[in-house]
């Protein structure tokens, strides 16, 4: 069972994101936050394998989180989600260090990418075409 923590501010999305992978027998989401400084607060007293981000986030946004986490936990990969299908929010993602980059309106394609990314792989949506690979 791989744990996850989910970073997420829309209550109506994390709802449908947590019950798509409580179906999962492989993946459970150990803590579910609404902001960048829950989860930074959070981190300390879990064990994750994998942080599942949105991009937009309040005050600090889930890039700047990422860039966050790659610096303190280095071994926690990260996942980003968003509706932003632009190139640039990809590259600053992975920039950031981010494994990965999953639109919001697959969640099998959330699944992929959260597959991909704790097999140690990069993903990138297949919808966002106007990346270029760093």
């Known amino acids: ?52 981000v949105d991009v937009s986030l309040p005050r600090m946004s889930g890039i700047e989180l990422v860039a966050e986490l790659s610096r303190i936990y280095p071994h926690i990969p990260c996942l980003m989600i968003s509706g932003h299908m632009s190139g640039n929010y990809v590259r600053r993602s992975l920039e950031a260090g981010a494994r990965g980059y999953a639109i919001k309106d697959s969640a099998a394609g959330i699944i992929e990418g959260i597959r991909r990314v704790l097999k140690g792989e990069i993903y990138v949506s297949k919808e966002i075409h106007s990346y270029d690979s760093i």
Do not use: C
């Not at 791989?2 to 999962?24: G, I, Q, T, W, Y």
């Open 1 to 52: 069972m791989k744990s996850l923590l989910l970073v997420e501010d829309h209550p109506v999305f994390a709802e449908a994101l947590m019950h798509v992978l409580r179906e999962k027998d492989d993946l459970e989401v150990v803590k579910l936050v609404d902001t960048a400084e829950k989860a930074l607060q959070a981190l300390p007293d879990l064990s994750i394998d994998l942080a599942v």
